[in-house]
């Protein structure tokens, strides 16, 4: 299978990666939640080439991440800004984040640390089960075959069925 054919698979990390799959876009998800919004604000925090950087950007407005606003009339200059599509992946960052800060830290510790705003409490992302609250692990879930998997797909017999 062709990496631009992705999107076809019935498989939501696949069409999940046909969107955010490449390091240069997840630096750019990175950036946009530390507040970055401006092209020049991103190469200059980045150090990216202006065609990826304008390629990794138009992807994302295109795939609705992202959204342009003007800023400024002469010239027309554009932000860019998470729309809730693009909101909706900060567990993903969060769950990197935790990835890197066990596994690739150096034994330096975590180079970024974060502070729940709510409680004012310094927090750990964790996945927890919507239903119990208690901690989401690889041995804990069993992945089942739903309503977007077609009947007849090969990868089906991969899957438990309800």
Not at 2 to 24: F, H, T
Not at 92 to 105: A, C, E, K, T
Not at 107 to 129: D, F, I, Q, W
Not at 142 to 152: C, D, E, K, N
Request: glycine share 8%; charged share 30%; hydrophobic share 35%.
């Amino acid at each position: 299978m062709r990496w631009d054919e992705i999107e076809n698979q019935p498989c939501s990390i696949a069409r999940s990666l046909s969107v955010v799959g490449d390091r240069w876009t997840l630096l750019v998800l990175r950036e946009c939640f530390l507040g970055v919004r401006r092209f020049e604000e991103f190469r200059e925090h980045l150090g990216m080439a202006r065609h990826r950087l304008s390629d990794r950007l138009g992807r994302l407005v295109e795939e609705g991440v992202l959204r342009k606003e003007p800023y400024q009339d002469k010239p027309l200059r554009h932000e860019y800004r998470l729309t809730d599509k693009g909101k909706d992946l900060y567990p993903v960052m969060l769950s990197l984040v935790r990835w890197g800060d066990h596994w690739m830290d150096r034994g330096k510790g975590p180079p970024v640390v974060y502070r729940h705003n709510p409680c004012g409490h310094m927090t750990t992302p964790v996945m927890v089960c919507s239903e119990c609250g208690e901690a989401l692990t690889a041995r804990d879930v069993t992945p089942m075959a739903g309503p977007g998997l077609r009947r007849g797909d090969k990868r089906l017999h991969r899957y438990n069925t309800a």
